[in-house]
């Protein structure tokens, strides 16, 4: 099944023909919604089956971002940069609630002086029951679905920083408004044979720059589940960014308008509006590339915008 917001937060499935309204079997609208069905799947899943395949889709539907959850956690680092790297220790952060956007939205750049702002493609999985400390070998047990999600990444100069294994901290720089567009869909975990081997893409006006498997995985899901929920509580519908590779990352900039697509997800586009309509050089940030694969710096460390 795929579980979709669209229009003004109504709950709805994505079938091959459309979008199906299942407001009538959820309490509430929006996020609540999605708690509800999230909470009570297993009993509502004959009436959603039948649902989809007898209900008329929804004219003119427009798809929102389907959760908006109460907590955005995320693996830093958990890539191995199609192999170059070894697993370095775990790690991971936060980003706000108001990061984020839906497919159609659009991503503003804030007035900041960063050196680059980066878009990051990610599997976003979400959690099904709430709990904390979960084990490995439970982990699995606790995802619902999948989503497609980016990321966005302000590179400031002089960022990094020392990070304390015992916190999840917010990240200031990947936390500004528009920051976590979220989309198309939830997609039912029974759906997805492999988390860990789906083909993540992004595009930018058409130019694909990311095109790697999440079997390059660092720490694997289950792994990751473990070590987030071993800090912070976590309740249904929130989510947890596994992290990317960073070999296809490139510069957001004004007029951008930017595609993720996973296998067996799908995929939704957005666009960029920068008041100060900075820019870059095009294409795939190879500096950071290297950086990354390397070890030797932190991302968009050598990167700073053009020349007016």
Known sequence: MKFVLYNDDHPGILTDAGVVDIG?????????????????????????????VEGAPVEGAALRAPLRPDKILCMGGNFRE???REPAPMWGFKKSLHTVLGPGGTVALPEVDANIFHHEAELVLVFGK????????????????????????????????????????????????????LGPCIVTKDEIADPEKLQVTLS?????????????????????????????????????????????????????????GIEGVGSFSFSVSDPLKRRWKRGIDEDTARDIREGTGGPGRLVRPLPA
């Open 204 to 260: 930018v006006d058409g130019e694909l720059r990311v095109d790697y498997n999440t079997d390059d995985l660092a720490h694997s899901i289950a792994r990751s589940i473990e070590y987030v929920t071993g800090i912070e509580e976590v309740s249904a519908g929130d989510v947890l960014l596994i992290g990317t590779n960073h070999q296809g990352l490139g510069a957001m900039q004004d007029g951008d308008t930017i595609e993720i």
């Open 130 to 181: 709430g709990c904390r400390d979960i084990p490995a070998s439970e982990a699995m047990e606790y995802v619902f679905g999948y989503t497609a999600g980016v990321d966005v990444s302000a590179r400031m100069p002089g960022g990094g920083g020392g990070r304390d294994p015992g916190i999840l901290p917010v990240a200031e720089h990947k936390s500004h408004a528009t920051f976590c567009p």
């Open 24 to 52: 009538a079997l959820c309490q509430g609208s929006g996020h609540a919604a999605i708690v509800h069905l999230i909470s009570n799947y297993d009993d509502l899943k004959s009436e959603i089956e039948t649902r989809a």
């Open 82 to 84: 199609f192999g170059a």
